[in-house]
């Protein structure tokens, strides 16, 4: 019998939200699904569904005129070309391609 497993996407979200509260909340979330790599850059590994329901979270947190939040999907074969300049412990042990 065949295991079905997600597709993962890494993703690098970056944001500029110049509201405390609506950043910490954005940063809580965040938090819940990667790893902080600069204090408003997170790298995260989620499926399709996780990363649609990411983006719909952060558009409720936000103030879409004056906020600015970017995902970047990043492939796989770029994903195994980081080079941390100063180095990190790779969050994501392996990753899975379907």
Do not use: Q, W
């Amino acid at each position: 019998m065949r295991t079905l497993r997600a597709k993962k996407n890494f993703i690098v979200v970056v944001y500029d939200i110049s509201d405390d509260k609506r950043r910490n909340n954005v940063m809580k979330l965040l938090e819940k699904f990667g790893k902080r790599i600069n204090l408003s850059v997170f790298e995260c590994m989620v499926s399709d569904s996780t990363l649609a329901r990411l983006k719909e979270d952060i558009i409720r947190k936000i103030d879409r005129k004056n906020d600015r939040v970017a995902i970047y999907p990043i492939c796989i074969g770029c994903y195994s070309k980081i080079d941390y300049l100063i180095p990190e412990k790779r969050t994501f042990e392996s990753v899975h391609v379907l």
